[in-house]
């Protein structure tokens, strides 16, 4: 028997199988990456993978059979460990419900801008979260409700030390503050900087949850920060924040017009024509600071 007689070719719906499991497995693998469930993942694909390879070589085959047949029951396991990965994909796959218009979304940056402009310069520590496509009810139930108009003097108030809500996180829903002295999930990513004080790693949390984005201010260096999607852009100038709130919350109306949209970390990188350095580290400070 020849070697072409042994070894079966796929056809062309076989070649089309593999190019689609490629896909689908490269971008599964993508999503993951950098994520809570990336070591759960990689850790279950080994473990599984080593112990069907030993029965498979000790003739095992009771053993081999029960495996096999364990992989109905991984999957449910798998939908209950990475819920929150599997619920952030499936939001951003649904419909978008930004709650301003065109013109409204831009007052809320210009709004936003200006208060952060008033935290760094008076060094006060901030966090600042703006809904996006998935709810946020759930973090909002751990602070204290306003349901009032944001305004630049409202968000230095409430965060101004000692004060009763400056303690947690803010919430913005369209142009108004629905929520203050929220308190946000920690982010649990091995990999964080221990630099990263508690106020950062609940930015990268709320981040990993939902679509949201989440401001930082730095109460000991006024620097700026942003989380979404999970991470962290350090060390914002005023004007970089700016480019990347307009991005991703006024732009996007206009990419369901027909416009196209440029992606949205790019709107963090530094500026080509200012070359001023970036602030230094953050050092590590408490949630509520």
């Known amino acids: ?146 349901d009032s108009r944001i305004s630049p003097e409202l968000l230095a108030t409430l965060f101004f030390p000692n004060s009763p809500l400056h303690d947690g996180g803010v919430i913005i829903r369209g142009d108004r503050i629905v929520a203050a002295g929220c308190l946000f999930p920690l982010s649990q990513k091995a990999e964080l900087s221990r630099s990263l004080g508690t106020r950062h790693r609940a930015a990268i949390g709320l981040s990993e949850e939902t679509d949201a984005i989440v401001i930082v201010v730095s109460e000991e260096t006024g620097a700026v920060s942003v989380a979404y999607k999970g991470r962290l852009r350090r060390g914002l100038e005023i004007d970089r924040l700016e480019r990347f709130l307009m991005t991703s919350l006024v732009r996007p109306r206009a990419a369901e017009t027909g416009g196209g949209v440029r992606r949205w970390w790019e709107a963090l990188r530094p500026s080509r024509v200012r070359t001023r350095p970036s602030a230094p580290p953050v050092s590590q400070e408490a949630h509520g600071r």
């Open 1 to 146: 028997m020849s070697f072409q007689d042994r070894i079966l070719f796929p056809g062309i719906h076989g070649l089309l199988e593999i190019a689609f499991m490629a896909v689908a497995i490269y971008y599964i693998l993508l999503f993951f990456k950098g994520t809570r469930g990336a070591q759960v993942l990689s850790g279950l694909v080994i473990v599984y993978v080593v112990i069907l390879t030993l029965t498979y070589l000790l003739e095992l085959d009771t053993l081999n059979w029960l495996i096999q047949r364990f992989t109905v029951y991984l999957s449910v396991a798998l939908l209950i460990i990475f819920q929150p990965e599997i619920r952030r994909a499936l939001a951003e796959l649904g419909p978008r419900h930004f709650a301003g218009n065109g013109e409204g979304d831009r007052t809320l940056v210009e709004t936003l801008i200006e208060a952060v402009r008033r935290l760094t310069e008076n060094k006060i520590g901030a966090l600042i979260a703006i809904e996006r496509g998935v709810n946020t009810t759930p973090y909002q139930e751990a602070g204290t409700p306003l």
